[in-house]
């Protein structure tokens, strides 16, 4: 989640379609890693849907700010 994170500010300090497409890739990779978790047992099924909620909630705002912006 942290390569998440980190691509999601690079994509902030300058939002470019390829930038954000690797955000999409690395979500999709932490959406992955916690869904994996789920499943093994390591999370709930409820802390790893919330774990995923903020994630995109993170990103739709981020977006919905640079496309205003």
Do not use: C, W
Not at 13 to 26: D, F, H, N, R
Not at 36 to 43: E, H, N, S, Y
């Amino acid at each position: 989640m942290k390569k998440y994170f980190t691509a999601l500010d690079t994509y902030v300090a300058e939002p470019t379609p390829e930038l954000k497409q690797e955000v999409l890739l690395k979500m999709s990779a932490a959406y992955s890693k916690i869904d994996k978790a789920v499943k093994r047992g390591v999370l709930h099924e409820n802390n790893g849907a919330r774990k995923k909620s903020r994630l995109a909630k993170r990103l739709s705002a981020i977006a919905q700010t640079a496309a205003e912006g």
